[in-house]
């Protein structure tokens, strides 16, 4: 049977597993039955922003309810006085009964969304992301009740709480008592927290989730005093530490704070991919910085590690490689790395030290250089500046091309012991 011939609940059906945009736009083309059974899936995700241009899609299945059925996200971003349209985001969430996804984002007052998504309608939701900190007790206790509505939520982010007193006051007075009770009711498979309250936070909301806990995306702070224990999560494979760092924050040693974390955290076994990001905002790439001890502190059943916003010096790199410290099942590096003139290995050492261990890699290559030199050419006691050399050495596991690079050529020392 032609496919333009099948009953239309078939191809809508088939629309909805294409995944990209752009393909329903063409599908639509296609013909009057694909039109119709493809345009729906247009308004898979909507926005609801402060400005028209934003929430366009939104007002119009707002006007044409029959296109509801196919809203699987929705991005909720109000900002204070918009009250006058809750109403209307009220109605979108009650219309949307298949929704899956939400997400609030950072500038969104709690209260108002949270009274948005006591409309919602759908016992389907499986992701929610609430990015804006609660600051009072009567926020956490509404966005405990909205917990208990979403008894199939698996994947959960949380900016966390910023609650003054909130180590003083009770779990009563606060709200964390039901947020407690709430979290025996959801298994979680991914949780994103904030910088806000984590090590509490993390223990309330994960007390029924140490079996089905998989992914965990954590935000770090200097200050973290009862740092998180994820040794009874037995089925933890992937851990995300970032540090969200502002330029005016120039004392912070993020690598150390990771260090501490990776130490103090009590990885479990089944931990098998590390993604560090110590520098989220990207302010402080321009720095080197030394990962020797970061990269010591990898526990040793990681597979994939992957560290961005950091600088780890070339031989710094080679002896963590040859050492006992290296996790004997790591298979995949991707790594920022940089030559110093003192250097004894060079950027393409890094490369082949992975290749003889099978270990697949991405590098990206800077040098350190000096700016002031002595009269004699020798390098003095000036300053230095990191110089990205717009190249990366790769290998997927497949055929390998012996690598150079510019540093190679102006070694320092030898490359092999």
């Not at 898979?44 to 029959?66: I, M």
């Not at 998180?228 to 704070?257: C, K, N």
Request: hydrophobic share 40%; charged share 25%.
């Amino acid at each position: 049977m032609p496919l333009p011939s099948l009953p239309n609940e078939i191809l809508a059906a088939i629309a909805e597993l294409v995944e990209d945009l752009a393909d329903i736009r063409c599908l639509r083309l296609v013909s009057r039955a694909w039109a119709g059974a493809a345009h729906p899936q247009l308004f898979r995700r909507l926005d609801w922003g402060p400005y028209n241009s934003v929430k366009k899609a939104a007002l119009l299945v707002l006007a044409r309810p029959a296109l509801a059925f196919a809203v699987k996200e929705i991005v909720l971003e109000l900002i204070e006085g918009e009250d006058q349209r809750q109403s209307e985001i009220e109605k979108l969430f009650s219309m949307c009964t298949n929704l899956v996804c939400i997400i609030v984002t950072l500038e969104t007052p709690p209260l108002l969304a949270l009274a948005a998504l006591r409309a919602a309608t759908s016992t389907k939701i499986r992701e929610l992301y609430f990015w804006r900190a609660l600051r009072t007790p009567e926020e956490l206790v509404a966005f405990t009740s909205y917990l208990d509505t979403c008894p199939n939520l698996a994947r959960l982010g949380f900016e966390g709480v910023q609650i003054e007193d909130l180590d003083e006051l009770g779990d009563d007075e606060t709200g964390l008592a039901l947020l407690k009770q709430s979290s025996t009711r959801h298994s979680l498979s991914t949780l994103s927290l904030g910088v806000n309250h984590p090590s509490r936070i993390f223990k309330l909301l994960t007390s029924h989730s140490h079996a089905s806990l998989h992914n965990l995306h954590v935000e770090m702070r200097d200050e973290e005093r009862d740092p998180l224990d994820l040794s009874p999560f037995t089925s933890l494979q992937q851990l995300y530490l970032w540090r969200d760092i502002s330029e005016d924050e120039d004392e912070d040693d993020p690598d150390r704070e990771a260090i501490a974390f990776l130490q103090r955290c009590n990885a479990p076994p089944s931990l098998r991919h590390l993604s560090l990001d110590l520098d989220y905002n990207g302010h402080r790439i321009w720095r080197y910085l030394d990962s020797g001890s970061l990269l010591q502190a990898i526990p040793q059943s990681i597979s994939t590690l992957d560290i961005a916003g950091a600088m780890s010096e070339t031989d710094q790199v080679v002896r963590f490689l040859k050492s006992l410290a290296r996790s004997p099942t790591l298979t995949s590096l991707k790594l920022n790395i940089y030559k110093h003139p003192a250097s004894r290995y060079s950027h393409a050492a890094v490369a082949r030290e992975c290749r003889s261990l099978g270990i697949r890699y991405r590098l990206s290559l800077f040098d350190v250089v000096c700016i002031d030199k002595q009269k004699d050419g020798e390098y003095g006691s000036g300053r230095h500046e990191l110089e990205g050399l717009c190249k990366e050495l790769a290998w997927d596991g497949g055929e390998w091309e012996e690598p150079t690079s510019e540093a190679e050529e102006t070694s320092s020392g030898e490359e092999g012991e």
